[in-house]
């Protein structure tokens, strides 16, 4: 058996024990443990090593793989080889000149069975990830370089064109020609655009916009299909005519792409909501330019002084968004509830819409708390609205009641005037008005998945997977050091056992400490072709359909539902084209989210940095957000957040407890743990690498009022 073993894994290289056996066809408990048995052999001979998802790699032989590589800011770097699920760690100095996101060829010649990581060095690059980069033009006599603000291309980039027009410190948009060949040379490359001095207004972000390779011209195609497209909008037979029913958007203050729009009445055995969305798919029709550019984009960015949109402004600001006072043709959920706020049945059709009101969020919550002024502006609407905050919370009463997880996070709202600079930093209100549009929307995201899912034709879903197994440990050891322990088994984690904890703990002082280290177990969501349900959502079935002005999949999902439902194509050709190409897009759609959250993550670390400039030396009162082996990391109450180097500690040496995520003093035993509240100072801020450091005045709590709470807290439970 053990030659048979060697001889598979040395065509397979990756295997678990469950997959071998079935190649082996063992068939009873015999064979197998004559299986586990020669396993440990190959183990021991250091011919097999067990990696951390279970699995054994083939390592009797050098192995030469190909992989995506992540460098780190340290020099050390990690390759991902996706055809094993397995990443080898490179250190320092063998990285042949790979750039983050580059494809390599790895020789992997060393392991480590203890901690199961994989170490190998960097062969060479096969293909290059990073063609373009933005950075801060250097002039000098002799040669002129460009810095890359991208911190993965720590050499300078010497300019090939000529740079007399551009001034010392322009921010550039430049392409690679060269990279560098070894530790002595630099790369070279040729200067596209200038962007502006770094010092001019908004170049800050406009920069990191294009460091994140977001498209921001639309190229002249667009402006041909768009002449093509008329403004006017008629009554169609095709669409129901919903004109005179009220029908009002409720946004922001500042929105201008509109593309939901709700409309509730009181029914006899409930209540009607009817959720209409913009049909961009009406005019972005599959192939074009409009959709070839929409998938390039794949969502808006949204940044603080400025929208990236993903269709031009012509449809998301005019023809798609529904303005009032306007038609607009839509697509309908049309949903009968009970009087519990269960979904009774249900309708899709096309609809054309006149808008009665433009509401806002801060209007709407301002009526909700009897607001006279704004009470007797919204009269015309007061009867739905209330019947809608109604049904609103009896919908999200049931989804809490189904495990449904809402961590209710607060963010931070950034203020800027005209030239970009910050004015002030604030928690971004979140109330009724919000949370009802929200519970709207992510019923008629629901109705659709399901609707699509009992189909059976391929569709686009919204995915959320469960939490990895080693993250939840972490959790639930540190919850249950403070008597919250979990009911049920760990193994067979469902939502509600943890949207139970989170209402364990709530309104407790140590709340925003173990829903935050809860929140950092969740995987991300992400699009798929295949329905593996929403697990935060505690939903076996969802997608996005609400939003098709600012995300491709909502466009997508908007042409499937007019080419199955509308159209009535369910042929197998129509369904075997969609499923071709379902899965690229939800990937493509996926990826294109994520450069869209960095990048909105890092404007507002930019321009929470720039306001802490402005702040140096001033005392803030915080909670600790997140300790690790270099310090902690504290958030102000405007979520600010900065970091406290242990270094700079120096009352006492501090250990850090990775089980029970602290920092313990060695001498006086005092612990830093997330949630407790501290006073700091702006110590340093560094703008270009979006730093900010805290220095620690005081802090609130130490580990023998700890113990005492947690003895008091048990005894409760």
């Given amino acids: 058996m053990l030659e048979e073993i060697l001889k598979i894994f040395k065509k397979e290289k990756v295997l678990s024990v469950e997959e071998l056996k079935d190649i082996m066809l063992l068939t009873n408990s015999k064979q197998f443990v004559e299986l586990i048995k020669n396993i440990e052999k190959l183990i021991l001979k250091k011919e097999l090593i067990q990696l951390k998802n279970d699995k054994f790699l083939y390592v009797a032989d050098k192995l030469e793989l190909e992989g995506i590589i992540k460098v780190n800011q340290g020099g050390f770097a990690f390759v991902y080889i996706a055809n094993l699920g397995i990443e080898v760690y490179i250190p320092k100095g063998f990285t042949k000149g790979a750039m983050t996101g580059d494809k390599v060829s790895v020789w992997v010649d060393d392991f480590s069975s203890n901690d199961k990581n994989i170490e190998g060095v960097v062969e060479k690059v096969i293909e290059r990830n990073t063609k373009y980069t933005v950075g801060t033009l250097i002039k000098s006599k002799l040669f002129s370089h460009v810095k890359s ?255 449904a997880i809402d961590f209710d996070k607060a963010e931070a709202k950034i203020l800027v005037d005209n030239n970009g600079k910050v004015i002030d930093i604030v928690v971004r209100e979140r109330d009724n008005a919000e949370k009802m549009i929200e519970d709207f929307m992510l019923s008629a995201n629901e109705i659709i998945a399901e609707h699509f899912y009992w189909l059976e034709t391929p569709f686009i879903y919204r995915i959320h997977e469960e939490p990895k197994m080693e993250k939840l440990r972490q959790f639930f050891d540190l919850s249950a050091s403070f008597g919250y322990r979990l009911r049920g088994n760990i193994t067979e984690i469902e939502p509600y056992m943890l949207a139970n904890m989170l209402d364990k703990f709530k309104g407790e002082a140590v709340e925003s400490m173990l829903s935050t280290v809860l929140l950092r177990t969740m995987n991300q969501a992400r699009y798929s072709s295949f329905n593996m349900r929403h697990f935060a959502l505690s939903a076996k079935y969802y997608t996005h359909f609400t939003s098709p002005i600012r995300r491709y999949p909502d466009l997508l999902v908007h042409r499937m539902i007019r080419s199955y439902l509308f159209n009535g194509d369910i042929s197998q050709k129509n369904k075997d084209h969609f499923e071709d190409i379902l899965p690229s897009l939800a990937e493509q759609s996926s990826l294109c989210e994520k450069r869209a959250v960095d990048c909105e993550r890092e404007v507002d ?113």
Avoid at 226 to 250: A, G, H, P, R
Avoid at 258 to 287: C, H, M, P, Q, W
Avoid at 289 to 295: G, K, P, R, T, V
Avoid at 670 to 699: A, P, T, W
């Fill in 149 to 403: 603000d991208d911190k993965n291309i720590d050499k300078y980039i010497k300019t090939k064109n000529d740079i007399n027009n551009l001034l010392d410190g322009d921010k550039v948009l430049v392409e690679i020609t060269r990279y560098a060949k070894n530790k002595f040379d630099d790369h070279e490359g040729i200067i596209i655009k200038s962007l502006g001095h770094k010092d001019d207004p908004g170049i800050d972000i406009l920069s990191t916009v294009y460091k994140h390779q977001i498209p921001v011209d639309f190229p002249k195609e667009i402006e041909n299909e768009l002449d093509n497209i008329s403004e006017e909008i008629s009554l169609d037979s095709k669409y129901i005519d919903c004109t005179e029913e009220l029908v009002v958007t409720i946004d922001g203050d500042d929105s201008k792409d509109l593309d939901d729009a709700i409309s509730v009445i009181k029914t006899k055995n409930g209540y009607k909501l009817k959720v209409f969305i913009a049909d961009v798919s009406r005019y972005v029709v599959e192939g074009s330019f409009l959709d070839q550019e929409a998938i390039r984009r794949g969502c808006s960015v949204y940044l603080v002084d400025r929208v990236i949109p993903m269709l031009p402004r012509k449809l998301s600001n005019n023809i798609c968004s529904l303005n009032p006072d306007v038609l607009r043709y839509t697509i309908c959920c049309d949903m009968n509830f009970d009087n519990s706020g269960v979904v009774l049945d249900y309708d899709i059709y096309p609809a054309i819409i006149k808008s009665k009101g433009r509401l806002t969020y801060k209007k709407v919550n301002a009526v909700y708390n009897d607001d006279k002024d704004i009470v007797n502006e919204y009269k015309n609407y007061l009867p739905m609205l209330n019947y809608a905050l109604e049904l609103s919370l009896k919908i999200r009463e049931n989804r809490e009641r189904r495990g």
């Fill in 605 to 717: 670390q930019i321009k929470k940095c720039e306001y802490m400039l402005s702040h140096q030396e001033q005392k803030f009162s915080g909670i600790i957000s997140s300790v690790t082996r270099f310090g902690i990391f504290v958030t102000l109450p405007n979520m600010i957040e900065g970091l406290c180097h242990i270094k700079n500690m120096t009352d006492d040496y501090y250990n850090f407890d990775e089980k029970n995520i602290y920092l313990i003093g060695r001498r006086n035993k005092k612990i830093y743990r997330i949630g407790d509240e501290v006073v700091v100072k702006v110590d340093n801020v560094d703008l270009e690498n979006q730093e900010i450091d805290f220095k620690i005045l005081s802090h609130k709590g130490i580990i023998k009022d700890r113990m005492k709470k947690t003895r008091n807290k048990r005894k409760k439970i």
